[in-house]
């Protein structure tokens, strides 16, 4: 199995441009999760889904947005990006919920904005 | 309240000397509390989950952490580090009161002196 699969692995954006994280699992899991890293920061929750067709906020969604039309794939939309969005992104996946299960997580982004 | 609080981003061992790191929580119902590694240039992996179960909670690679109410943390040890323990870790909390949601520490590095 592949686990969490994130593409691309590097992104280079300038300021106002739009782009995609990929994000897919094919573990069956119902729950993932969008994360930015940052130094210092640890790892903080942007936008999650507990199953198809659900998303919630996280505690910084604000210039991200989401969707989850199936099981497996869960992108992450930047919509004008901005240097602040410079960061590392995770994508995770957990059969359940976080309460109990672990998370996978995958490979992460490295997006630059300029 | 910080939810979960790392002492220390930095530390720094000898290599077979012990390696203690510090994770205090923040919640006023039974937690979830997990301990996630961080090699360079890639995702998070689980070292190991307090589920409620026994205290004191044994992970991969020779770590394990102790679940201590009365003090609120879960610190992480393991009794004689090794090169390949370089890397950073994080504690993480889940619980009904964060809802959905795992609330990841700032994250502490960890470098092993040869």
Redesign the interface.
Known sequence: NAGVTQTPKFQVLKTGQSMTLQCAQDMNHEYMSWYRQDPGMGLRLIHYSVGAGITDQGEVPNGYNVSRSTTEDFPLRLLSAAPSQTSVYFCASSLSGPMNTEAFFGQGTRLTVV | AQS?TQLG?HVSVSEGALVLLRCNYSSSVPP?L?W?VQYP??????LL?Y?SAATLVKGINGFEAEFKKSETSFHLTKPSAHMSDAAEY?CAV???EYG????????TILRVKS
């Open positions: 979960v981003s979830y997990f996630y240039n890639q995702g998070l992996q689980l989950k589920t994080f889940s619980s009904v959905n949601k795992l609330v990841f520490g700032a994250g």
